[in-house]
């Protein structure tokens, strides 16, 4: 028998080891604003996924693998949120945590589908995602967050029953999430008896709203509802103040951000919008919270909806044993109770949430607390 040499041994025992360390190791990535003018919400959802990470690792990670975490940068743009899914799905992920933007995960829930890739995102609330999905049978799609049909039919009614009787403008960006929002508020609004004054789209991404603000008090706007992103809304609330005009203005989750004040200053007092109950004063939440504490941190926003959508897809591999998307997905959408930072979380056979609601924030003395 012909001898195999001591350093060809070594090679072929290197290889083995390396082999054996990588099929211990299962990645997911975590995909969001990590730039843009969004950023602020992709350095939630990043420190949100990387905590989740550290401590199922500390844990002993899932179905006795580390979990290896990829983060990728969308920047809120449909386009580079595309190019970004394929990346991670060359890199065979278990799973996507994200997107933010709903037009970022619309178009890239496609490219997750044809990889058999589970999509979870803890933040896009356009009910096409998950509808969208529902009807071409594709069964990756879920989220851990609530729809902009049940957020718009809050703030709607809320609306026509407090401000009755006074003038209303409606205002959108024009993406999927700010006009999706804008929509379903005009809608329920509509449905309890109230007429707008004004429903019209602004350009996002502008530093200037003088024309928009002049228009509003022009018409005598008293509240003002606006579907889109923190950035464009404080500098109306802003330059809405300098001018000493001050409607009540309200918005949406995605003024879930202390970036509000930042922009708006003192402007921002007052200024509301509609998001789930605050889940730091979830007793759930508390040893995670404590954590991020330590560190100098507050887990505010979507740190901790992300957070929740790591356990929630860790809970269902360990359940169906399996990293498979066709084995872990029946496992999500069976209405069993994840056990997460924001309490029980149950999907329905959609991808959606069961229960939970939307209650309102308020801005006021540079800070933000559920009203």
């Not at 508020?185 to 991404?205: H, L, V």
């Not at 606006?226 to 949406?252: D, S």
């Not at 507050?298 to 790591?310: C, H, I, Q, R, S």
């Amino acid at each position: 028998m012909r001898k195999i040499p001591i350093l060809a041994l070594a090679a072929v025992s290197a290889f083995a080891l390396a082999a054996n360390a990588q099929q211990k190791e299962v990645t997911i990535a975590v995909i969001g604003p990590i730039t843009g003018k969004e950023a602020p919400f992709g350095e939630q959802m990043k420190r949100g996924a990387e905590a989740a990470v550290r401590d199922l690792n500390k844990a002993g990670g899932v179905n006795g693998m580390q979990v290896k975490l990829m983060v990728e940068d969308d920047a809120c743009d449909p386009k580079q949120a595309v190019t970004a899914a394929n990346k991670v799905a060359g890199a065979k992920v278990a799973a996507v945590i994200g997107h933010f933007c709903s037009g970022s995960s619309i178009p890239s829930s496609e490219v997750y589908w044809k990889a058999k890739i589970l999509q979870i995102t803890p933040a896009s609330t356009n009910p096409k995602l998950t509808d969208e999905a529902a009807k071409k049978k594709w069964t990756n799609v879920h989220r851990v967050c609530g729809r902009d049909d049940a957020q718009g039919e809050v703030a709607g009614k809320y609306l026509a029953a407090t401000h009755k009787g006074k003038k209303i403008a409606i205002l959108h960006d024009n993406t999927p999430y700010g006009k999706g929002l804008a929509d379903e508020t005009k809608k329920a609004f509509n449905k309890a008896g109230g007429k707008e004054a004004i429903y019209e789209a602004y350009k996002p991404g502008e530093k200037d709203y003088a024309a928009v603000v002049a228009k509003l008090q022009a018409a005598g706007v008293q509240v003002v509802y606006i579907g889109g992103y923190a950035p464009e809304t404080a500098l109306i609330a802003r330059q809405a103040a300098e001018k000493n005009y001050k409607p009540v203005i309200m918005g949406g989750d995605a003024l879930d951000t202390d970036d509000v004040i930042k922009v708006a200053g003192a402007a921002s007092n007052g200024v509301m919008f509609t998001q789930g109950p605050d889940p730091r004063l979830n007793p759930a939440s508390k040893a995670v919270v404590d954590s991020f504490k330590a560190a100098n941190q507050d887990p505010e926003g979507y740190t901790l909806y992300t957070y929740a959508a790591v356990q929630v897809w860790a809970q269902a591999a360990t359940k169906a044993k399996s990293f498979d998307m066709a084995k872990v997905s029946p496992v999500l959408r069976s209405g069993q109770a994840f056990t997460t930072v924001m309490g029980p979380i149950k999907l329905d056979k959609k991808g959606d949430v069961m229960g939970g609601g939307y209650v309102f924030w308020k801005f006021d003395n540079n800070k933000k607390s559920q009203m």
